[in-house]
């Protein structure tokens, strides 16, 4: 019968079969075309903002961030001398690639590098400017420097971000079987094994949070993730300064001798507190127990203590007297999110105030600036604009970004510092040569990374522009930014091993795996898979 019917329809089956994949093949080839159209508009975009630069300096007026950056995606210009009475200066920039000079001129020695920047190659450049008139050409020498030109962010083909909700179970999974962490559920201690627990207040507030996020995912192993999440919080407790010093319920930021503890025994970095007092309130949103409440406002109470009248703190102090370590300050965005979640979450308004003095320091400094100073326990205090990153400025833009729908004046405010993050840390391709005294040629592509001091790819560095460009998506509803973040999203997965690890640094010198890098990774995964709100990303 039904070979009967079929020879009898045979040709109308065929017609409709030819149809169905005609019209299947037209939709993918429709896609096919706009996506590529897409992906074409979008590099033509990003190279004509690469010819806008970043925050330019100007004598007298706005700073110039840039004295010791080394590499540029969009148009610099430089704090290079003004001579007396000339007619112009003379841009002179010679490609280490083509062996050609690219010239212009202009009125001042300090305007960006746009007119000859499209042209230039990707690749190491020699730049002069020199002071002219119209008798006797150059009579001085401005200024000079080298530099690096980076490539824009391009794309051969446009595909929506597409979230694999299995890569944050497998890391999680891979996080929660390492034996360094299920040493937490003996309730000993940290295990001696694993060298980075010399940063207590950073490492084993990581385990905390992770475990948390796994329970999530793992709901059979809810009391094994938290008896692990509570044994290790008990530990940084009973660690921390006691209520009568000056630093009181602060967790200590170096234990040991390995790495940089050794050096910094009797110090706490300032900042790092706040991420140990989120996850304390993590964990008491999960257990209900009020000690870990306790603990998150014995660090607040401290906070409010330390604080400067200017609004924020010194990066780091003295345990035994509170006192400064060295003149530095603090971005306290960290801290900012972790008072403002205690007002907000927890009806304590007794930090909003400080908070908001802090937030102010924050747009009056940084945000004019930009001198975004890391505050890292395991890299050196530095002079201004010697060690600028990327995380503390990434966390004020998705700060300002958050807010925008009451104050849409921070969005200008908030694109420009993103711009200065993927100009001074995202590596879209081919980086430099070299980079901390080794070659780059093992670099995984796109990247980003950390600090002037680690000029290395960084999964933490990964995730946290990936979270800040998607959210400016949010926001702002631009392609451009949903394409970035897809991008490093595809690369992040990409990294992923077979057992779930995401390794921290994304090239071969790479050593030592940071737990606190991957928790980074787990909450930003989570956050895509859930596109919740973002007061995670806290750290």
Not at 426 to 440: E, H, L, Q, R
Request: aromatic share 16%.
């Amino acid at each position: 019968m039904k070979r009967a019917y079929f020879i009898k329809y045979r040709k109308k089956i065929a017609f409709a079969v030819v149809v169905t994949a005609g019209l299947v093949g037209a939709y993918f080839f429709v896609s096919y075309m706009n996506n590529k159209k897409m992906a074409e508009q979008l590099s033509r975009q990003s190279i004509a903002e690469s010819l806008l630069p970043v925050k330019p300096g100007f004598k007298g007026l706005s700073p110039f961030w840039n004295t010791y950056s080394k590499r540029f995606i969009y148009a610099p210009s430089f704090d290079f001398k003004e001579w007396g009475k000339v007619k112009y200066y003379r841009y002179t920039a010679l490609s280490f690639v083509d062996k050609r000079e690219y010239i212009f001129e202009a009125k001042t020695p300090w305007e960006p590098l746009s007119p000859i920047w499209k042209d230039l190659p990707v690749g190491d450049v020699y730049l002069k400017v020199e002071a002219c008139d119209n008798t006797s050409g150059p009579v001085g020498l401005s200024g000079e420097c080298k530099f690096y030109k980076a490539a824009p962010f391009s794309i051969s083909k446009y595909k929506p971000l597409q979230v694999n909700a299995t890569v944050n179970k497998k890391l999680l999974k891979y996080i929660y079987t390492l034996a360094h962490v299920q040493h937490w559920a003996k309730g000993k201690g940290p295990d001696p094994e694993y060298s980075l627990y010399c940063y207590p207040s950073k490492t084993i507030a990581a385990v905390i949070k992770t475990m948390l996020l796994y329970s999530g995912y793992f709901p059979e192993d809810l009391g094994k993730a938290l008896s692990i999440a509570r044994n290790a919080a008990d530990y940084l407790i009973s660690i921390s300064e006691p209520g009568n010093t000056p630093l009181a319920y602060w967790p200590p930021t170096y234990s040991g001798t390995q790495y940089t503890a050794k050096a910094n025994q009797g110090n706490i970095m300032v900042g790092i507190n706040a991420g140990a007092g989120n996850c304390y309130l993590d964990l008491y949103d999960a257990t209900k127990d009020r000690k870990y409440l306790d603990a998150a406002v014995g660090i607040a109470d401290t906070y409010l203590k330390t604080q400067l009248p200017s609004g924020t703190w010194y990066v780091k102090l003295k345990i035994a007297n509170a006192q400064p370590f060295a003149s530095n300050l603090a971005t306290p965005i960290s801290i900012v999110n972790f008072l403002e979640r205690l007002s907000s979450d927890y009806k304590l308004e007794k930090y909003r105030y400080s908070a908001e003095k802090a937030f102010a320091w924050i747009i009056e400094n940084p945000v004019r600036t930009f001198n975004w100073e890391p505050q890292y326990e395991d890299a050196p205090i530095a002079g201004k604009y010697e060690n600028l990153t990327m995380h503390d400025p990434c966390s004020v833009a998705i700060y300002l970004l958050n807010h925008a729908v009451e104050k849409p004046e921070y969005i200008p405010v908030a694109m420009e510092i993103i711009r200065f993050v993927e100009d001074q840390f995202v590596v879209w391709k081919d980086p430099m040569p070299y980079a901390a005294n080794k070659s780059t040629d093992s670099w995984h592509t796109p990247s980003v990374l950390e600090q002037y001091f680690c000029y290395i790819p960084i999964d933490a560095s990964v995730s946290k522009m990936l979270a800040t460009f998607y959210i400016a998506y949010e926001i702002l509803n631009e392609p451009i930014y949903l394409a970035k973040a897809t991008a490093l999203y595809n690369a992040l997965i990409k990294k992923q091993q077979e057992d779930g690890m995401i390794p921290t640094a994304w090239y071969r010198y790479a050593s030592v795996w940071w737990i606190n890098c991957a928790m980074d990774d787990a909450i930003v995964l989570s956050f895509l898979e859930n596109r919740g709100r973002f007061a995670d990303m806290l750290f």
